[in-house]
T-cell receptor, first 111, second 116 residues
């Protein structure tokens, strides 16, 4: 079956620096991608999404980049803050109602 | 609004026992989902529902059952608990997903289940 995977399970970043979290997907037919943030003991929260007809989308301090050629997705967080410490998941859908989640990357912000 | 509410938050079961995880949402969402999350892993879809009276299997449905008699409620039933079902269970809801809307699933706080 198809899968969504992450390159790095953990990432430590100095407070104030930018962070980049990567995600690889294997299904070239996937047409919609979402990043979620999960804080300790809580359910995941939606951060930002992007459709396959776009290469880049920006939100508040976050940017998602999609490279369909190499089936790669990344989440950039600018000027990281302590509250950004969490596990980040990418998810994809193939045009139906189900989302497939990746393993997740734990981001730790160093004061 | 309470959003998505799950009960119980914690439960310890013995092998072979049965239980139901409750999930209710007050956002009038059509789509509801049950995921399980094992330690250090992502979320795997157990069952989902696109509306009252309609349910469908996800990636890992074995050992579970669901029902959707109302828009608000989507309980998950474990009939014969096994140690492999030790996990954190998340219920989620959405108004629309995929092509027809956003992927914004609203998650509950999770139910931590241990089977001994």
């Amino acid at each position: 079956g198809e899968s969504v995977g992450l390159h790095l399970p953990t990432l430590s970043v100095q407070e104030g620096d930018n962070s980049i979290i990567n995600c690889a997907y294997s299904n070239s037919a996937s047409d919609y991608f979402i990043w979620y943030k999960q804080e300790s003991g809580k359910g995941p929260q939606f951060i930002i999404d992007i459709r396959s007809n776009m290469d880049k989308r920006q939100g508040q301090r976050v940017t998602v980049l999609l490279n369909k050629t190499v089936k790669h997705l990344s989440l950039q967080i600018a000027a990281t803050q302590p509250g950004d410490s969490a596990v980040y998941f990418c998810a994809e859908t193939f045009g139906n109602e189900k989302l497939t989640f990746g393993t997740g990357t734990r981001l730790t912000i160093i004061p | 609004n309470a959003g998505v509410t799950q009960t119980p938050k914690f439960r310890i079961l013995k092998i072979g026992q049965s239980m139901t995880l409750q999930c209710t949402q007050d956002m009038n969402h059509n789509y509801m989902y049950w995921y399980r999350q094992d330690p250090g892993m992502g979320l795997k879809l157990i069952y989902y529902s696109v509306g009252a009276g309609i349910t469908d299997k996800g990636e890992v449905p074995n050992g579970y059952n669901v029902s959707r008699s109302t828009t608000e409620d989507f309980p998950l039933r474990l009939e014969l608990a096994a140690p492999s079902q030790t996990s954190v269970y998340f219920c989620a809801s959405s108004s629309l997903t995929g092509r027809r809307g956003t992927g914004e699933l609203f998650f509950g706080e999770g139910s931590r289940l241990t089977v001994l």
